[in-house]
């Protein structure tokens, strides 16, 4: 199974919103309502920000949302911030019963 | 709230056999979740593993079905990694994690992950 597809890095300034996007195929982002987003800083472990393409765990902000059109997933983070800088996955269920992650994004906040 | 802790050794070497334990606290391992293993190797994305029920039914990442075993230890609230014929692309940080499937599939929450370095 393929990675899926994300942009290797994003970066925007304190206040503004970006957007990472996640590119797979009709049997795994397209074919199921089953993404989920993890946040991870340097040295630590994931963190779930995004599961069932929108839905947040609680205690996650609210600048914090997720979408799907298609083959491909979007997370938008909206009024950066500057401990939002980290790396960025998504996560679909396939076809295979299994589970495939996208290669990452950085995002810097400028 | 419950806890994940990987334990193991940090060191392997070529073709020999990685094992790691993911010990369960605050909650019991016979819960209905599956229990999974996700590695990523220094600098690079993070590459699902498999996963466990505590019935003992699997599943497997094709690439690395050939040689990974994954099983659960009611007795002692854990489940275990063991993946052979290691090579120097096995080295990584290995995590365990939780997979909730009621509706999709996330992981939540982690272990704090494990380094195990693949080198003679």
């Known amino acids: 199974q393929s990675a899926l597809t994300q942009p290797a890095s994003v970066s925007g300034s304190p206040g503004q919103s970006i957007t990472i996007s996640c590119t797979g195929t009709?049997?795994?982002?397209?074919?199921?309502?089953?993404v989920s987003w993890y946040q991870q800083h340097p040295g630590k472990a994931p963190k779930l920000m995004i599961f069932?393409?929108?839905n947040r765990p609680s205690g996650v902000s609210n600048r914090f949302s997720g979408s799907k059109s298609g083959n491909t997933a979007s997370l938008t983070i909206s009024g950066l911030q500057a401990e939002d800088e980290a790396d960025y996955y998504c996560?679909?269920?396939?076809?295979?019963?299994?589970?495939?992650f996208g290669a990452g994004t950085k995002v810097t906040v400028l | 709230q419950v806890q994940l802790q990987e334990s193991g050794p940090g060191l392997v070497k070529p073709s020999g056999t990685l094992s790691l334990t993911c010990a369960v606290s605050?909650?019991?391992?016979?819960?209905?979740?599956?229990w999974s293993w996700v590695r990523q190797p220094p600098g690079k994305g993070l590459e699902w593993i498999g996963e466990?029920?505590?019935?003992?039914?699997?599943n497997y990442n094709p690439s690395l079905k050939s040689r990974v075993t994954i099983s659960v230890d009611k007795s002692k609230n854990q489940f275990s990694l063991k993946l052979s014929s290691v090579t120097a692309a096995d080295t990584a940080v290995y995590y365990c994690?939780?997979?909730?499937?009621?509706?999709?599939?996330?992981?939540?929450?982690w272990g704090q992950g494990t380094l195990v370095t693949a080198s003679s």
């Open positions: 994690a939780i997979l909730t499937v009621t509706t999709g599939g996330w992981f939540d929450p």
């Open positions: 605050g909650g019991s391992i016979s819960s209905s979740n599956w």
């Open positions: 466990i029920y505590h019935s003992g039914s699997t």
């Open positions: 009709s049997s795994d982002v397209g074919g199921y309502n089953y």
């Open positions: 069932d393409v929108s």
């Open positions: 996560s679909s269920y396939t076809t295979s019963s299994t589970y495939v």
